[in-house]
């Protein structure tokens, strides 16, 4: 069955760079998407990319696309202490109607 | 401006009671979700609504139902709360389901209820 992975845990200084990496195994995803859930809160989508992208960028955040690999990361610049929180890594699965296949979500902890 | 809301926030029910959760999207879109999720695990999804068309996921106890009454709202019903049903949930919306390739079908999530058995 498709298992998207993440590490579990992260942990970087303020005003650091912080990379979350996630591996997925539907070569036909469409989608890509990191969702950050802070404590007690609902996902709130950050940024997607389409599978035909290498590279996204968005302000602070680099969504990087490795389609031959299999490998997904979001690159965090300036990271602040309000961006403490966890990430899921998200594929879209195209044999089932673009069903969302979550990972286990990294916990990212900065520290002042 | 919220665009997915849930309410309540936390709920809290006794073993045995039926439970009704509630969500409305101000979004219009056709497709509305709901996951639960488990501490420091992932959503899992439970079942869907496209319209009015609704699919369950094939390991979603009975016990979960739900119910789309027109295109804003989209009701969670537990009949039997168990202790392992505490959980959050989480309500979702999509303009479409990914049968294209026009992005339609990006999911933007309510920010949860949270349910307590006792």
């Known amino acids: 069955g498709e298992d998207v992975e993440q590490s579990l845990f992260l942990s970087v200084r303020e005003g650091d760079s912080s990379v979350i990496n996630c591996t997925y195994t539907d070569s036909s995803s469409t989608y890509l998407y990191w969702y950050k859930q802070e404590p007690g809160a609902g996902l709130q989508l950050l940024t997607y990319i389409f599978s035909n992208m290498d590279m996204k960028q968005d302000q602070r955040l680099t969504v990087l696309l490795n389609k031959k690999d299999k490998h997904l990361s979001l690159r965090i610049a300036d990271t602040q202490t309000g961006d403490s929180a966890i990430y899921f890594c998200?594929?879209?699965?195209?044999?089932?109607?673009?069903?969302?296949?979550f990972g286990a979500g990294t916990q990212v902890v900065v520290t002042p | 401006d919220a665009m997915v809301i849930q309410n309540p926030r936390y709920q809290v029910t006794q073993f045995g009671k039926p439970v009704t959760l509630s969500c409305s999207q101000t979004?219009?879109?056709?497709?509305m979700y709901w996951y639960q999720q488990k501490s420091s695990q992932a959503p899992k999804l439970l079942f869907h609504y496209y319209d009015k068309d609704f699919n369950n996921e094939a390991d979603t106890p009975d016990n979960f139902q739900s119910r789309r009454p027109n295109t804003s709202f989209c009701f969670l019903d537990i009949r039997s709360p168990g202790l392992g049903d505490a959980a959050m949930y989480l309500c979702a919306t999509s303009r479409d389901l990914g049968l294209s390739l026009a992005g339609t079908d990006t999911q933007y999530f309510g920010p949860g209820t949270r349910l307590t058995v006792l």
């Open positions: 998200a594929e879209s699965i195209t044999d089932s109607w673009g069903k969302l296949q």
């Open positions: 979004l219009n879109h056709n497709v």
